[in-house]
């Protein structure tokens, strides 16, 4: 069976890629996440508040003593030519490009459209193939408008393209007005994917102590609908490829993606819980799935399952919506 795909220009064994999550944090790691099978790697974060950390400690070691004496200015580098940022983050992609052969996508977190962004440019250099935009933020502000949250983000897009060659993909929340809008937005910047969606970890409140505890909770595969939807609904519409990375655990989600218009899924609850070792157990499910369908390759599925190719595309829409609400019968 073929498994191969091709997503934001690069050719992959399978469609499994492991998310970012402390699973590809050390070479390690990576080692294991490709031993294990997977098609390529998501490395597990930079975040913008790290890389803003490590530039203020900079700057107060480089001005500490300058005014001490006018020879002591001698000897500080130049800040404009300083790698400012986590050295560690850098080297894991050095080291993870020079001993594994799948490919290695860097993970840059952040929402503002500060000097941060133009780090993706030291990812490049390290050798990663490609860049995954996470832009976590919850708009709480009344006064921020939908339209103000998506400039926000096309502006931090547009200056981490100008930063880099290499393929940029956007990990994107599921609350836009209008997510095939910005979807196509996102197109025009020069993403080279949607990434179907991030999520946004609520916290829980501890009645006894009065206190807001954070909370963190696998997916599960009811939580694929929502991704596999819209994914469905862009597929064909909007020139970006496409990612799923909620709610796959079984090689019945891993196909659904697919059919959808998924050119890959991105995995980490399943792998977190239960090992990496079902990579393969899910791929051994696919191959098994298309052998008893006579599907010859994973191309041959994409997008068959989505709106553009449903005869009903309704399904997709409002005249679904009632269908389902009409169809509910109250138990006798």
Known sequence: MDLTTHYIGLDLKNPIVASASPLSRSLDGLRRIEDAGAGAVVLQSLFEEQIAHESLALDHYLSVGTESHNEALSYFPDADSYDVGPEKYLELIRSGKENISIPIIASLNGVSTGGWT??????????????????????????????????????????????????????????????????????????????????????????????????????????LRLPLHWTAILFGHVPLDLAITTGVHTHFDVLKCMMAGANVVEIASELLHN???????ILDGVRGWMEEFEYESVRQMHGSMSQLRCPDPGAFERANYMKVLQSFRTPA
């Open 118 to 223: 133009r780090y993706a440019s030291l990812m490049e250099k390290a050798g990663a193939d490609g860049i995954e935009l996470n832009m976590y933020y919850l708009p709480t502000n009344v006064n921020v408008s939908g339209a103000e949250i998506e400039k926000r983000y096309l502006e931090t897009l547009d200056a981490v393209i100008k930063s880099v060659s290499i393929p940029v993909a956007v990990k994107l929340s599921p609350y836009f007005s209008s997510t095939a809008h910005m979807a196509s937005c996102l197109a025009r910047e020069g993403a080279r994917a949607a990434v179907l969606f991030n999520r946004f970890y609520q916290p829980d409140f501890d009645l006894e102590k009065l206190e807001v505890v954070p909370s963190l909770e696998f997916s599960r595969s009811y939580d």
């Open 275 to 281: 090992g990496l070792g079902r990579i393969e157990e």
